[in-house]
C-alpha cells in the first residue's frame, strides 16, 4: 500500500506517455513502406543544449523565443516535460520517378543529392516528398496517441531541428521535437513566461506584420498610412519597403552564435578555440 | 420503424448497400480529422473529397490501370494494379490533398527542398513573378510537377495521420496509396492540389488491403466468382435430361425409383 503524490506521479507517468508514442510513430502506416523512423526521448537538463541554443536564435526570431522561454520557464518550475525526438532520413527516394522534387527521375536525383546535400534551419535536403509525407503520419500518429492519453503535447520544428543539429538522432535528415506534458491546462498555447516578454506595441508590430493591408490607409498617393495608433492621421506612419542591413547583421551574428554554441556542445571546438 | 439487414455480400446489394452508408460516415468525420490535424504554424491548406458508388470507384481503378500501363516506372505496375482491385473491393475512397506545396510554399529557409538555407531550390524552378508561383500552365512531363515545398507535403502527412487514426477507432480497414491519389487526381478529386493521396476504406471480414496474392489483378475474388459463373453455366448443360421424370441421383433399374443409390 502507498499514498503517491499526484503531480510527482503524473509528471513521472509522462514519460510512458512519451514511450507509448514513440510505438505510435513506428507503427504509423506509410504510403512508401519504406520508412524507418528513429525516435529518443530525452528528459531534463539533458534538454539545456537545445533550449540553450534555441534561446540564442530567438535572439533575433521570435519563433524560436517562443518556444525557448517557455522551456526556461518550465524548467525553473520543475515541470520539465520529457521530449520526444522523432526523425528520419528523408533523404533516400521512394523509386516511383513522380517528379514531385523536381527531378524528373529518383537516378537524375541521387546524382544531385550526392553532390549537393545541405543543411537549412530545419533539415537537410533535397528530400523525397512522399517520406516526408510518411513522416508526417508518423509524427501524426505520436501526438495522436498523446491526445489518447490526455498528455498535452505540441509537436515542434525548432527544438527538433536544434536537437538534429546538436548531433541527436544521428543519420537523420529531419527532426521533430514533441514534448509530452508539461501537466496542467493549455500550457503551449497560454505561456505564461511569455506575458511580458513582448509589449504591447511589439505585439501589435507583429500583427500588423502579418496583415498591414488591414491597418493600411489610402494606398493610392504613394506610400500608404499606416494606423498604428488611434488618432493615426496626426503625425502619420507611412508603410515603406527598405532593406534592412541592421537586421539582417544582427541575424548573421545570431546564426554565427549559435553555431558556435552547437560546436561546442558538439566537442568540435574547445573552449580555447572560441573567440572571445 | 425499419429493419436494416447487414451483409458484406453479395456486393452493391441492399444488404451490402446499408454497410457502405456505415462507412461513407466514417469517411466523413476522417475528413474532419484531417482538417484538425497539428502541422505547421496551424495554417490550412488542405482539401478533401470522397468518391463514393460503384461507378465512382470504378472509373478510379480504371485509371490506375491506364497509370499502370502507361505511365508509372515498371516497379509500380503491379502495385498500382493490385491496388485498382482494393479501390473496386473498397466501400468509399477518401482525397486528401495539399493546396499549398505546388504554390504557396512555407518561405522559411527549412532546407528540405534542396539543401539550402533559403527557398532558391523551389523558385529557381518554377515560373514566378517575385515569389508568386503562376501555376497556371497545368502540363506535366513527370506525375506530380515538381519541385513542390516539402514542408507543406509534410503537413499532408499530418492530415492522412488523423484521418487513418479515426478509420482505426472506427475498425474500418484503411490503406493510404499514391496510387489512388494519382489517379483521382487526375481524375478531377482535389482539383487545387498538385499532391493527392488516397485513402480506400473497406468494412468486410477479411482486410481487403492485407495478404494479397501473386497477380492479385487477375487472381482476386471477383474473377474467381466470374470463373464460377463462366464454367456452372457450361457444365450444368451436360446432364440435360427430363427432370420431371428422370432423376439420375436416383438407383437404375429398381422398382423403387424414390430410393437413393
Not at chain 2, 474532419?32 to 502541422?39: D, G, Q, R
Amino acid at each position: 500500500m502507498a499514498v503517491y503524490d499526484g503531480l510527482k506521479a503524473t509528471q513521472e507517468h509522462l514519460l510512458d506517455v512519451a514511450k507509448a508514442c514513440a510505438l505510435a510513430a513506428g507503427r504509423a502506416p506509410a504510403l512508401t513502406h519504406r520508412l524507418e523512423i528513429m525516435a529518443e526521448i530525452v528528459t531534463d537538463e539533458d534538454l539545456n543544449p537545445m533550449i540553450d541554443v534555441l534561446a540564442t536564435l530567438g535572439e533575433n526570431s521570435a519563433f524560436q523565443l517562443h518556444d525557448a522561454v517557455a522551456f526556461q520557464d518550465l524548467a525553473k518550475r520543475g515541470m520539465m516535460p520529457p521530449v520526444l525526438l522523432l526523425g528520419a532520413d528523408l533523404t533516400k527516394p521512394a523509386l516511383w520517378d513522380c517528379g514531385a522534387c523536381g527531378f524528373k527521375t529518383c537516378g537524375e536525383y541521387v546524382k544531385y543529392t550526392s553532390r549537393n546535400k545541405g543543411v537549412g534551419i530545419g533539415g537537410y535536403g533535397p528530400t523525397c516528398v512522399w517520406k516526408a509525407i510518411d513522416f508526417g503520419t508518423a509524427a501524426d500518429f505520436a501526438c495522436a496517441c498523446a491526445a489518447r492519453h490526455c498528455a498535452e503535447a505540441r509537436i515542434m520544428f525548432s527544438v527538433g531541428a536544434v536537437s538534429m543539429l546538436l548531433g541527436r538522432l544521428e543519420g537523420a535528415s529531419f527532426v521533430l521535437g514533441l514534448p509530452i506534458g508539461p501537466i496542467g491546462k493549455n500550457l503551449w498555447f497560454d505561456r505564461e513566461a511569455w506575458k511580458n516578454i513582448l509589449n504591447f506595441e511589439r505585439k501589435m508590430m507583429t500583427q500588423m506584420a502579418g496583415g498591414p493591408s488591414m491597418w493600411m490607409a489610402f494606398s493610392g498617393g504613394g506610400n500608404p498610412i499606416l494606423k498604428t495608433k488611434p488618432r493615426w492621421w496626426e503625425d502619420p506612419t507611412f508603410l515603406k519597403v527598405e532593406q534592412d542591413a541592421t537586421f539582417i547583421e544582427k541575424d548573421v551574428n545570431c546564426q554565427a552564435k549559435a553555431y558556435e554554441k552547437i560546436m561546442r556542445y558538439r566537442g568540435v571546438f574547445g573552449d580555447e578555440d572560441i573567440p572571445k | 420503424m425499419a429493419r436494416i439487414h447487414i451483409d458484406e455480400w453479395p456486393p452493391y446489394s441492399p444488404s451490402d448497400q446499408a454497410k457502405k452508408d456505415n462507412v461513407l460516415i466514417v469517411a466523413k468525420l476522417m475528413v474532419n480529422a484531417a482538417l484538425t490535424a497539428p502541422f505547421t504554424g496551424g495554417v490550412p491548406g488542405h482539401e478533401a473529397e470522397i468518391a463514393y458508388g460503384q461507378k465512382e470507384l470504378e472509373l478510379i481503378a480504371r485509371e490506375m490501370e491506364r497509370l499502370a500501363h502507361k505511365e508509372v516506372p515498371e516497379r509500380l505496375k503491379k502495385p498500382f494494379l493490385y491496388e485498382a482491385v482494393m479501390v473496386r473491393e473498397s466501400d468509399v475512397a477518401v482525397f486528401l490533398g495539399n493546396k499549398r506545396a505546388h504554390e504557396t510554399p512555407m518561405d522559411v529557409g527549412c532546407g528540405l527542398c534542396g539543401g539550402e538555407p533559403n527557398c532558391s531550390f523551389v523558385y529557381e524552378r518554377l515560373n514566378h513573378f517575385n515569389g508568386i508561383i503562376d501555376t497556371t500552365d497545368r502540363s506535366r512531363e513527370t506525375a506530380i510537377k515538381g519541385p513542390v515545398c516539402v514542408v507543406r507535403a509534410h503537413d499532408l502527412g499530418y492530415a492522412i495521420g488523423s484521418a487513418l487514426w479515426v478509420a482505426a477507432d472506427c475498425f474500418v480497414d484503411s490503406k493510404a496509396c499514391y496510387s489512388v491519389g494519382l489517379a483521382g487526381r487526375n481524375l478531377g478529386f482535389c482539383m487545387n492540389s498538385e499532391i493527392v493521396v488516397g485513402i480506400l476504406l473497406g468494412v468486410a471480414s477479411k482486410n481487403p488491403y492485407a495478404d494479397i496474392p501473386p497477380n492479385y489483378h487477375l487472381t482476386n475474388m471477383s474473377k474467381q466468382v466470374d470463373g464460377i459463373r463462366k464454367i456452372t453455366t457450361i457444365t450444368r448443360q451436360i446432364p440435360n435430361h427430363p427432370y420431371h421424370t428422370f432423376d439420375p441421383a436416383k438407383k437404375a433399374g429398381t422398382k423403387d425409383p424414390g430410393k437413393e443409390e
